[in-house]
Each structure stands twice: as structure tokens, then as C-alpha cells.
């Protein structure tokens, strides 16, 4: 199975927003930047956005529910040297103004107004944090080439190493817990960590004020959390309600005591996925009623067209739908299938059932159709 390690994650949103922010930051470079290494990362405290600077024309205007977006700007030196700048504005005019320095014509230095780089704050965690920091910087820098690759006493060193410093940031977080750099640290880097157990995570959570936990960023984290607690059998999966690549809305609601649903979870560039789509089509083919709703994680939509035509994948497609993956588990590995009966019950879990080639999925299917 494909597994995925994304940084951008999102959830289901379960209140109405009576008005959405926006962003209002204008970005003043120097007019003989290199603008081919220049990269532009938006967080709106949901999903994370790629801007091009061609398309901003200085001004970045954009959506977010997160009490401050975040902007990274990053850009190369001459040397090759990566350079990244985290900023956070919040709903009101902002400046973030680069230029040259005198003394150095490479590196670019900056000016805020009404934006923020919580420098203090981060400092402040690495200091605190500093021993098991460096600990870890420096088992990468003598075995990165040996993590990963069937190391097993080498991966248990890493992910002892790594849950140390995990452990030791989420201690500095509950004790400071009003700080908004440190409650983006958690979401964007602790939340989705797998080598802190659920528990441990949600109990930090559960630290930061009432009023940061009820907020649309606080739901974001609370529904993540609570979308990872295991679907059981014979209960009903999470509602959803989404658009096609039709733009027609799909509900799990409409299928109820009506037809048996299969939900797949799945991508173009996942190779188990692809390779187990002539056993998808003959299950189709026998199980003539049986609705398929097919969920991609995939982020180019032109190829994602193209391939479900090259496939002949002639069902039910949602492309990319942040909030509806995310209510199922988030990025958990791919190809996932759930099969529910016409009563809206789970009746076949891939993980659960531990079922390789589909064909324990298709004796769960026959018991329906008996």
C-alpha cells in the first residue's frame, strides 16, 4: 500500500462561517530578484496553497480560518543555499517588504508591517529544546543515508531520537500554551507526528484556551483527532456531502436503504491502486447496483482526467476533496476501500479485514447479494 507523509493536512469544518477572512499582504521585492527560485507557500489553516508570484501582482489576497495565515517565502542563494521566511498576518493591511542589503548582495533582508515572524517564540522552543534538537541533527547527518531503507536497529534509534524531541516540544507547548507560534507548531508539525500516540497529542490540545478550541482552527484539529478513532462494523461511516468531477453533489445520505456503496480512497500515482483497477471493474461487473465512489488525492487535474479515461474508470469520481479525506482518517496509506450496505453500515474495512487482494471484499459483497 502506498504510504503518505504530507505536510499539508486538512479537516472536516463542522460550523458555518459568518464571514471569512482574507488575507490583505503586500509583498514588495527588489526589482532585480531572480524570480524562477522564488516560492510562495500560503497556510490558511486548513490546507496549504502554492502561489505563483506572476499571479499575485505584489498583493496576496486569500481565505484563511486560522487566527493568523501563515506565508513562507522561500528563495535559493547564488550558492544554492535554500533560504526560508515564515510569516504570520492576520485579516488586516500588512507589509513584508525585501531588499538588499549593502553589506550583502545575496542573502535579502526584510521589513514588517502589520506582520509577524514570531522570531522570539521560536527561539524560545529551540532553546528549550535544544539538546534533544541537536541530538537529532546529528543521527541525520551521520546515518540519513540508513534511515528508511530495512534498517531495523537504525529506524528504532530515529524514531527514539525523534520522540524525545516530539515529547520535550509538546511539554514546552502545554506550559505556553497562549502562544499562537506554538499552537501553529503544534498543528502543522505535532498534530500529524506518528510517533506521538493520539492520546498524548489530544491532551496537549485540550490545554490551549476554550476560545482558541471552539474556534474554526480549534474544530480543524479537535475533528482530526477524533477522525483517526477506527470505523467499527455494522456502525454508519462519517456523512459526507461533495461535488463530482461533474460538479453534481454526492451524499452518502442518497444511497441510504437504497443501493450498497464502495468508497475508495486512491490515487493516480499510486501503483497498487492502479494495478488493482481490473479487479475494481470486475467487481463492478458482477455486482451490477453496487455504487462506486472513488476519493483522489491527486492535486493535478488535468492527468487525474486523463488517466481515469485511460483506465475506463466509468464511476463516481471526487477529486481532491480536502475536508472529506480528512473526515475519513486524513493521509492514511492508499489504496483504502470501505464497503457499506444498503442500511449505511460498514460491512468491510480493508485495514480491519486485513484483505491484500480484494478477495475477502469480494465475499463481503456476495453475503449482500445473496
Known amino acids: 500500500m502506498c504510504k503518505i507523509y504530507f505536510f499539508t493536512f486538512s479537516l472536516f469544518?463542522?460550523?458555518?462561517?459568518?464571514?471569512?477572512?482574507?488575507?490583505?499582504?503586500?509583498?514588495?521585492?527588489?526589482?532585480?530578484?531572480?524570480?524562477?527560485?522564488?516560492?510562495?507557500?500560503?497556510?490558511?489553516?486548513?490546507?496549504?496553497?502554492?502561489?505563483?508570484?506572476?499571479?499575485?501582482?505584489g498583493f496576496i489576497n486569500k481565505e484563511f480560518i486560522s487566527e493568523y495565515a501563515s506565508i513562507k517565502i522561500s528563495y535559493n542563494l547564488s550558492n544554492g543555499e535554500l533560504i526560508n521566511d515564515l510569516f504570520f498576518v492576520n485579516d488586516q493591511p500588512s507589509v513584508i517588504k525585501y531588499f538588499y542589503s549593502s553589506a550583502e548582495t545575496t542573502k535579502l533582508n526584510y521589513t514588517l508591517s502589520n506582520a509577524y515572524d514570531f522570531k522570539i517564540q521560536k527561539n524560545k522552543l529551540l532553546e528549550y529544546t535544544k539538546n534533544e534538537f541537536q541530538d537529532c541533527k546529528e543521527f541525520l547527518e551521520k546515518y540519513s543515508d540508513?534511515?528508511?531503507?530495512?534498517?531495523?536497529?537504525?529506524?528504532?534509534?530515529?524514531?527514539?531520537?525523534?520522540?524525545?524531541?516530539?515529547?520535550?516540544?509538546m511539554q514546552y507547548i502545554s506550559m505556553n500554551s497562549s502562544d499562537y507560534y506554538l499552537k501553529w507548531y503544534f498543528r502543522r508539525n505535532l498534530l500529524k507526528s506518528n510517533l506521538i500516540d493520539n492520546k498524548s497529542v489530544y491532551n496537549v490540545f485540550k490545554r490551549f484556551p476554550k476560545s482558541y478550541i471552539d474556534s474554526e482552527e480549534g474544530i480543524f484539529i479537535n475533528n482530526y483527532l477524533n477522525s483517526f478513532t477506527a470505523f467499527k462494523k455494522g456502525e454508519e461511516l462519517p456523512f459526507f456531502k461533495a461535488k463530482d468531477i461533474t460538479n453534481k453533489f454526492v451524499s452518502l445520505l442518497d444511497y441510504k436503504y437504497k443501493s450498497n456503496v464502495l468508497i475508495v480512497f486512491w490515487a493516480t500515482w499510486c501503483v497498487p491502486c492502479i494495478n488493482e483497477i481490473p479487479t475494481i471493474r470486475a467487481l463492478k461487473s458482477k455486482y451490477k447496483d453496487l455504487e462506486f465512489i472513488f476519493i483522489s488525492y491527486d492535486t493535478d487535474k488535468s492527468l487525474f482526467l486523463s488517466k481515469i479515461k485511460e483506465y475506463q474508470m466509468d464511476w463516481i469520481h471526487i477529486f481532491n476533496d480536502i475536508d472529506l479525506i480528512n473526515s475519513y482518517g486524513s493521509y492514511k496509506a492508499i489504496p483504502r476501500v470501505y464497503a457499506i450496505n444498503k442500511n449505511g453500515q460498514l460491512i468491510y474495512d480493508r485495514d480491519q479485514d486485513k484483505d491484500k487482494d480484494l478477495s475477502m471484499l469480494d465475499i463481503a459483497l456476495s453475503k449482500l447479494y445473496k
Not at 488575507?23 to 490558511?44: A, F, G, Q, S
Request: net charge positive.
Open 13 to 57: 469544518i463542522s460550523i458555518v462561517c459568518n464571514s471569512q477572512k482574507h488575507t490583505n499582504t503586500h509583498l514588495i521585492l527588489p526589482k532585480n530578484i531572480v524570480l524562477k527560485t522564488l516560492r510562495i507557500l500560503l497556510d490558511d489553516g486548513k490546507k496549504e496553497e502554492n502561489i505563483l508570484h506572476n499571479d499575485i501582482d
Open 146 to 169: 540508513s534511515i528508511f531503507i530495512n534498517k531495523p536497529l537504525i529506524d528504532s534509534i530515529y524514531r527514539s531520537k525523534f520522540s524525545a524531541l516530539s515529547t520535550k516540544e
